[in-house]
């Protein structure tokens, strides 16, 4: 239902802007006056004025509106009032499958009631939401239609909804990464309450294993965080070593060396390593450069696992390489044509040329290429999941397993467990050091920029 009435409202919204600037046509033609804006600034703000308010009710609607009829049915239901809020989940839940046709054994006459309540509270939702939006289509058409007039400033309207929207898009971009830091922030402050902040931050051991229930014999767990996050910055380390040059050299030969038909093919391919699924670089890592890499130490006589942070790091170093490939070619190529003659004209040599005009001139855009990529390889899941192991452990030995932040939270997620025991919060804390990793990056690469780019 609410389907077509979105259809509904996206073809009033056309028809109305169709009419709003056919009569604005017939309004000029007429001779009534000069015209601050032209028709199709009318029709624009007539598809505002008609689309938007009913969009957005439509919005709130599927919103609050399944809660209110659920909230409704429970409580016309017997003996809901003693339920706690999973109980009334589960009954809700129960009810809705019966309305779907699922059952299991014969429901009670009771169901059957609440099942005919919901049905009918449904239809009279989708009555009332399809007359409310109806009528808002049809004020916002006829003020629209009203407003048409040569000294109506349709221009100055439409530019401020699309200034309102923009704005909004903003807030919500804001609130949404403020809401995932207080959440961070909450859930790591709880964790912080059961586990000391000293033991996460400079413990060196890491078994997140503790008993699930109070007669359940097992560890008491350990939650030092140093092994982890060592092992996300040696498999990032290893990442980069070969992410960057590669990135960076491939970078400067396809916009100083290539002629413009190899570069129109090298460009696409290599750019086509970003598309690739990283499960697949996953599948990849585990069931060929693992063995691979596992071979190679058994032949130089180390003891190689089966998993190794040489393996994720390598796959996950050709997985990032477009990233610095794409954004170093693209900043290089924005550097003015005049720097590089002047260069040329002075009797610098290419390579000169490249490495104290072009790369200077171009570094805000190569360091954040780095900067992308390093983010990337930090938060990397699926490849180190299946190629680099699950034990956390020191090792700087490339041919041994280790693990990494993003595998731990998954692993601590995985399975059924309470969220306010110390093995699930640990994710949170988790989250939040990635977090802070992530900033206190976003900080040097601002500083690095402003202290060497180059001003012209």
Do not use: C
Request: glycine fraction near 8%; aromatic fraction near 8%; charged fraction near 15%.
């Amino acid at each position: 239902m609410a389907f077509y009435i979105f259809g509904l409202t996206v073809f009033a919204a056309v028809a109305a802007a169709w009419a709003a600037a056919g009569r604005a046509s017939r309004q000029r033609d007429a001779g009534s006056g000069k015209f601050h804006s032209r028709p199709l600034y009318h029709g624009l703000n007539a598809a505002i004025w008609t689309g938007i308010p009913a969009s957005m009710f439509l919005l709130l609607w599927l919103l609050g509106s399944g809660s209110i009829v659920d909230a409704l049915v429970v409580a016309a239901y017997p003996g809901s009032e003693a339920l706690d809020s999973a109980g009334r989940s589960l009954l809700i839940g129960e009810i809705r499958q019966l309305a779907q046709g699922v059952s299991f054994g014969d429901p009670r006459p009771e169901s059957l009631a609440a099942v005919e309540h919901l049905r009918s509270l449904e239809r009279l939702a989708a009555l009332a939401l399809a007359a409310v939006v109806a009528a808002l289509l049809a004020i916002g058409a006829f003020l629209a239609l009203r407003a048409v007039e040569h000294r109506f400033r349709a221009r100055q309207s439409v530019e401020q909804a699309v200034t309102w929207f923009m704005m909004l898009s903003s807030l919500v971009a804001i609130l949404t990464t403020a809401g995932i830091v207080a959440s961070l922030v909450y859930e790591s402050l709880q964790f912080f309450a059961l586990v000391p902040v000293t033991e996460f931050l400079f413990g060196l051991r890491w078994e997140p294993q503790i008993a699930l229930r109070p007669d359940q014999v097992a560890g008491t767990g350990a939650f030092g965080m140093i092994p982890v996050l060592f092992g996300t910055m040696v498999i990032s380390f290893l990442a980069m070593a070969i992410a960057v040059p590669v990135g960076i050299l491939s970078a400067i030969y396809l916009t100083e060396y290539a002629g413009s038909r190899f570069r129109s093919v090298v460009k696409p391919a290599l750019e086509i390593l970003a598309g690739i699924p990283t499960v697949v670089y996953g599948f990849f890592a585990v069931l060929t450069v693992a063995p691979l890499v596992r071979d190679l130490g058994l032949a130089l006589g180390l003891n190689a696992a089966p998993n190794s942070s040489l393996a994720a790091g390598a796959v996950m170093g050709v997985m990032i390489i477009p990233f610095v490939s794409s954004l170093t070619d693209d900043a290089l190529a924005a550097v003015p044509v005049a720097l590089r003659e002047g260069s040329y004209a002075l009797g610098a040599t290419r390579g000169e040329t490249i490495r104290r005009v072009l790369i200077p001139a171009a570094l805000p855009g190569i360091v954040g290429s780095v900067l992308l990529a390093l983010s990337r390889a930090i938060g990397e899941t699926m490849i180190v999941v299946m190629a680099a192991g699950l034990i956390a452990r020191m090792t700087l030995n490339p041919f041994e397993a280790v693990t990494t932040v993003t595998v731990q939270i998954v692993t601590l997620l995985t399975g059924d467990s309470e969220f306010d025991n110390p093995k699930t919060l640990a994710a949170s804390a988790l989250g939040l050091v990635l977090f802070i990793i992530t900033l206190a990056l976003n900080l040097i690469a601002l500083r690095t920029v402003r202290k060497y780019r180059e001003r012209y």
